[in-house]
């Protein structure tokens, strides 16, 4: 029989369940029995299916209704296990450290007498760390004795988290007493706890057994109330049940502790209930309090004690006095800003909290693109939508004022810091914007934030930054995620943003799997528009236009283009032109140096219409492939500095390795399959195929559409347009197709 069986149950996004998973089968502890659960649906469990884990002989996959409680899950998963014990985890919070399942089992060897507990130590994951300590490191090193002792001589057991992760459970116990993890409703903390009180034998250890995902607060509030509420019903167990077990009063003691000092954190987290509920969370846990406080109990000194005191008697008047002196206190010993300072803000802040006593107008909605640079990218695409099928929605663009001459006319709008500007954000419902909005906007309720992003992420991003400080460049993470917190939607265009954005960006918005709705014009695009898109540029009818649009490099100090671009126009030939685009933090090709054959077009906008026109795309590291895929036309990848690149900026995945077609590293290994017809051979259109069904997921023409229906117009998923499959969407013509046409 195997020491150990590690069980993996719960509903998780794909890229937690990957990663609890690969933590799980990377163990070499032997004889290791891993058991599963997943939906019994009619496909194969995707995210198996993906990582091959059905390959690994040690794992058991146990099929569980879609939707299926909990407990059900657990209880499936325990009865297909093999191992004397059983570690539980959940894929959305829990994955295991290198050499945890070794170093448990080594403890559980060595001991002269097999407890029913084994508690061990835990690590949480932050966004900004993945190995915080848990705080029990001392409790447990104290209880690290060579035998098992009880509950009842060590009740500060229970002050270990109540994590199911962070303990092994004996299958014997759980035998002895089934109702444990089969009854609906016994959750992590009931059983964390109630497998300590029906314990008869206990041991520690300090090894860590388990890391834990630590959500921000906006992830918690957005997961809803409920599991607050929750904790009632499994504390009111868990006495009943040390009543039963005839738990020394010293015990229920510590248990009511703990209870109460649950309560008052979530209390002390208000930000995580919302306000209509604080009143009946309070009526709740003051019941509890009083009604389980063993006889004789002192209560903590200091203010812990005037707050535990207040909850008692049910005092919430008395509580949110003392909560709003506190906050008063707080504030007074912040630190001042200098005081020219305080004066600019002081009036800011007036005009704005002024504009913020407004009523809410419902039909109003902002939209910023790349920091008021106008009308662009999805914000654009989402716009023009929206003025199709709600019209009655007033829409203002903000603009810096050198790009308000460039606005197209007509274009209602207002220069950031204008009198205006603060008007419209406190008063818009709708807020639209491809990056963030500044620090000082204030989420108001009834308002709703839809951030677009502006492209696929190959480099990393927001929290993934932390690492690579030439990419962060100074960053500011905490008022980052501030600004995070506001967003209700965050837009994707593949599941590798989804799960990028929800990692780079941890907050309790709402992700929309709808498609970029800039690329709805790759698809939506006739010849007449591919024609007019090379006229505009001056193209001639039969010559290829090669579109280069390089990245930006975090380690340079300027754009220095990577290739020598007048001697590629003359090794390609005179039937071939170069629109080269420039990152948007340029506004201009760098150097004297001019061609006939190499148009600057890093100025130009919109840059779709540049992707209709070009033949072909030539990259490095630009998501601007993962647009230009759409197309289906050929991708080249230049990535000369791939090594300096990912070292200094940091990326997802080796593009080279996945690419969207051949990779180049020379100039002349470019230039040479740019002439010979490799660009556009067999193996570049599988590449593209490829990695077109990964990349371009959900963009079909109909994003924004989505996009209006579901925000702006209150449509529910299911009235929507699905997705097309990628076999089914037909890409705007070629420029070759389009002059035959």
Not at 131 to 146: H, I, M, Y
Not at 148 to 175: C, E, K, Q, Y
Not at 528 to 551: F, H, S, W
Request: charged share 25%.
């Amino acid at each position: 029989m195997p020491t150990l069986s590690v069980i993996v149950s719960g509903h998780a996004p794909h890229s937690r369940l990957r990663a609890c998973l690969d933590s799980v089968t990377t163990q070499t502890a032997p004889d290791l029995d891993i058991v599963v659960t997943v939906p019994d649906t009619d496909g194969p469990p995707r995210a198996l299916a993906a990582l091959h884990e059905v390959s690994d002989p040690r794992v058991t996959v146990v099929p569980v209704a879609p939707g299926a409680p909990a407990a059900t899950g657990r209880a499936a998963a325990a009865h297909a296990a093999s191992g004397a014990y059983l570690q539980f985890l959940h894929p959305a919070t829990d994955r295991l450290p290198d050499g945890a399942a070794t170093a448990l089992t080594a403890r559980l060897d060595a001991l002269p007498e097999a407890p029913d507990v084994l508690l061990f130590d835990h690590h949480h994951a932050h966004w900004w760390d993945d190995a915080v300590p848990s705080g029990a490191t001392d409790l447990l090193a104290e209880a690290q004795v060579p035998g098992p002792t009880t509950l009842a001589d060590r009740p500060g057991f229970l002050d270990v988290a109540p994590l199911l992760g962070n303990r092994l459970i004996s299958a014997r116990l759980l035998a002895d007493h089934p109702e444990l993890i089969g009854t609906e409703g016994h959750d992590e903390l009931y059983l964390s706890y109630a497998v300590l009180l029906l314990a008869r034998r206990i041991t520690a250890t300090t090894a860590v057994g388990l890391v834990r995902h630590k959500d921000r607060p906006t992830q918690r509030r957005a997961a809803g109330p409920e599991q607050h509420f929750a904790a009632f019903g499994q504390y009111e167990r868990l006495h009943q049940l040390a009543h039963a077990a005839a738990a020394p009063p010293a015990l229920r003691a510590r248990l009511y502790d703990r209870m109460v000092g649950d309560y008052l954190a979530t209390l002390a987290r208000r930000d995580e209930l919302p306000p209509a509920l604080l009143t009946e969370y309070f009526r709740c846990a003051a019941r509890h309090t009083a009604r389980f406080r063993p006889e004789g109990h002192q209560r903590p000194g200091g203010l812990d004690g005037v707050r535990h005191a207040l909850l008692g008697r049910g005092a919430h008047l008395g509580y949110r006095l003392l909560r709003i002196a506190n906050d008063k206190r707080r504030a007074a010993q912040a630190v001042a800003a200098t005081r020219a300072e305080q004066v600019t803000a002081a009036r800011t802040r007036h005009r704005y909290r002024r504009a913020l006593r407004r009523t809410l107008d419902q039909d109003l909605a902002v939209f910023s693109a790349y920091w008021g640079r106008g009308v662009h990218c999805n914000p654009a695409a989402i716009a023009a939508e929206l003025a199709e099928l709600a019209p009655d929605i007033h829409q203002v663009w903000i603009a810096d004022p050198d790009r308000v001459p460039l606005l197209p006319p007509g274009t209602d709008h207002v220069v950031p810091g204008t009198p205006r500007y603060w008007d419209v954000l406190a008063r818009a419902k709708y807020l639209v914007n491809n990056v963030n909005f500044p620090n000082g906007i204030v989420k108001r309720p009834g308002t709703v934030h839809l951030q677009t992003h502006h492209g696929t992420p190959l480099k990393r991003m927001g929290v993934d930054q932390r690492d690579h400080p030439a990419a962060a460049q100074g960053l500011n993470l905490e008022a980052l995620l501030e600004r995070v917190d506001r967003w209700d939607y965050s837009l994707s265009a593949n599941s590798h943003s989804t799960e990028t954005w929800q990692r780079a960006y941890p907050a309790g918005y709402r992700t929309l799997d709808y498609g970029y709705p800039r690329n709805d014009i790759h698809y939506r695009a006739t010849a007449a528009d591919v024609r007019t898109a090379r006229a505009k540029l001056g193209i001639e009818p039969g010559r290829r236009a090669l579109l280069y649009a390089p990245t930006h490099r975090d380690y340079e100090a300027r754009w220095r283009p990577r290739l020598d671009l007048p001697r590629l126009a003359d090794d390609l030939g005179d039937d071939t032109v170069l629109l080269v685009r420039g990152h948007y933090f340029h506004d201009r090709l760098p150097g004297p140096r001019r061609h006939a054959r190499v148009l600057d077009v890093t100025g130009y906008d919109p840059v779709e219409e540049l992707a209709l026109a070009a033949d072909a795309l030539i990259t490095d590291y630009s998501s601007i492939m993962f647009d230009y895929a759409n197309l289906d036309r050929p991708i080249v990848l230049h990535t000369d500095d791939w090594e300096t690149y990912t070292a200094t900026r940091g990326v997802y995945f080796d593009i080279t390795a996945e690419p969207p077609g051949h990779v180049t590293r020379s100039q002349d290994e470019l230039t040479g399959i740019l002439r010979d017809g490799t660009w556009c051979d067999e193996a570049a259109v599988k590449q593209r195929h490829d990695f077109r069904l990964r990349f371009c997921e959900y963009d079909d023409g109909r994003a924004a559409e989505r996009v209006v229906r579901r925000v702006f117009l209150g449509e529910g998923e299911e009235s929507l347009p699905p997705v097309l499959p990628l076999e089914r969407r037909t890409p705007a013509p070629t420029p070759e197709e389009a002059t035959r046409r």
